[in-house]
């Protein structure tokens, strides 16, 4: 059982480049997040899902792109690349709404 | 807008004494209250949480004391220890989404 797996857990990017996060979740939940995490900033949502198919936007989505085509899976796009996406990326899921937020070990993302 | 405010930023303590965090919140729609704790270069796995019926939530060592009137809640480490440093972050969750506060790196002195 691996929990929440994220790829890559590192990746350095040129301004205007694009990239795709991928996160892996095995425990069958429904809810799955993609969060920022600055210093001095806590986490941020950027997107969340609620089911497959599904997207929503948290509180600082702009400049990303999100999908989810099946239900373990959790996908976060840059399309062009900025340095302020400089950030480690966070995924997480939860069974519902209601229950506990599994954080996958985190993406660190540099754009220069 | 931050809506959930977290304090101190930074903390130092010496191995046995009592560690506390604090966190103040705005929207009274808030229904859940965790804590999570991070160590470097891992993701945050939830400590410990409350519910705003509860005043005072207790798991060993660690405390939460929650003040609904005053929006504000707390985290006490007792007989704090060097394994406990690490990140700590408060959270509130409003429509099914968790706000986190700002957080706090707790250093533990042997």
């Known amino acids: 059982n691996a929990g929440v797996t994220q790829t890559p857990k590192f990746r350095v990017l040129k301004t205007g480049q694009s990239m795709t996060l991928l996160c892996a979740q095995d425990m069958n939940h429904e809810y799955m997040y993609w969060y920022r995490q600055d210093p001095g900033m806590g986490l941020r949502l950027i997107h969340y899902s609620v089911g497959e198919g599904t997207t929503a936007k948290g509180e600082v989505p702009d400049g990303y792109n999100v999908s989810r085509l099946k239900k373990q899976n959790f996908l976060l796009g840059l399309e062009s690349a900025a340095p302020s996406q400089t950030s480690v990326y966070f995924c997480a899921s939860s069974y519902n709404g209601h229950n506990e937020q599994f954080f996958g070990p985190g993406t660190r993302l540099t754009v220069l | 807008q931050q809506q959930v405010k977290q304090s101190p930023q930074s903390l130092i303590v010496q191995k046995g004494g009592i560690s506390i965090i604090n966190c103040a919140y705005e929207n009274t729609a808030f229904d859940y209250f965790p804590w999570y704790q991070q160590f470097p270069g891992k993701g945050p796995a939830l400590l410990i949480a409350?519910?705003?019926?509860?005043s005072e939530k207790k798991e060993g060592r660690f405390t939460i004391s929650f003040n609904k009137s005053a929006k504000q809640f707390s985290l006490h480490i007792m007989d704090s220890q060097p394994g406990d440093s690490a990140t700590y972050f408060c959270a509130a969750r409003g429509a099914q989404k968790l706000v986190f506060g700002q957080g706090t790196r707790l250093t533990i002195n042997p």
């Open positions: 409350i519910r705003p019926d509860v």
